[in-house]
């Protein structure tokens, strides 16, 4: 079995690992995944059991600036607020920042400042993670080809592998036992007319992470053993309605892959359920919407917001009926 930390050092092998610069500043988008990474084949490598797709959130996402810490710790700052070293977020973060210390004694200073709501289901640790290994990237001057920086990010959180570029982004499950051919690439299509939606029902933390939902369901659902076959379908599908711009035959994949992941984790013993009752009632709402002749889809994460999917010619009904949504143009 290969480790994180060997996998690390493959890739930085002939690599510096002095800084290069005092500060790093970069930025990463989130991403929404409209063909979902649910379940894992490696937990400790994040390799996936599934192809996924997923398209870019623009200038949604997360700023994050990295420096060497003045005093013999991390010092981990999120969204303007120092963390204490017993907050979750910053144990998984010293755990990846490990893999990249030039020696033990080597501590971060990292200021990171996110424009999505942390963990409610917004994919907020995929664009910290292909933030923070772009940072780590320009800190220490590496040349790494793009895939390989999708590599390390996978280390972090599977779907930050995909955060690295704007846009549609594949990310190609792989077959090796090491992990080397799991990674993200870019789509050329672009697609000027379609819109986002970002509704919030709810922004606390949620109950079930992405990570233990989906470990659980891979252990315990019934229902798991025909994820991969609804994937590999909805693949076939999604790839040539981008193509061709085919809203209606993305929106349906999109809408009934999330569907179909939920049923995944409803069917788990004991059953994981990400939606609350506004939840469903939007569900519902844009069910109707769609019956009246506005084409709208959602999809969901594992959390209680749902995402719509819409065209640019729908934003103004779209915007009187949802007036609190953030409308994302990702192209
Ligand atoms: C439902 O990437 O957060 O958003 O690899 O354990 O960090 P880990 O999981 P994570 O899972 C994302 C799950 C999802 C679907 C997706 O983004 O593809």
Redesign the pocket.
Known sequence: MVSAQSFVQRILKNQPDEPVVAKASVYAPA???L????G?RD?LL?L?NTA?L?ISLGKKGTHTEISRASGDADEIILNDQLLSCDNFFVTRLQQYLDLFRPHPQFYFSVQTLSTVPVAA?L?S??SG?AAMILALRQFFGWSLPEYQLSLLA?L?????C?SLWQGFVY?QQGEAADGFDSYAMPLADTWPDLRIGLVIISDKAKAT???????HTVKTSPLYTIWPEVVAADLARIRPAISSRDFTALGEVAEGNAMA?HATALAARPGVCYSLPQTIAMMQKVWELRGSGVEVYFT????PNLKLLFLAKDSEVMQQVFSDMVVIAPF
């Open positions: 991403n929404i995944a063909i979902k990474y649910w894992k937990i994040n996936p996924s997923s289901g994919a640790s995929a993670f996978r972090g959180s599977g779907s930050a995909r990310w992470s992405s990570r233990d939902g989906m470990l992941m969901q994460d594992a959390g």
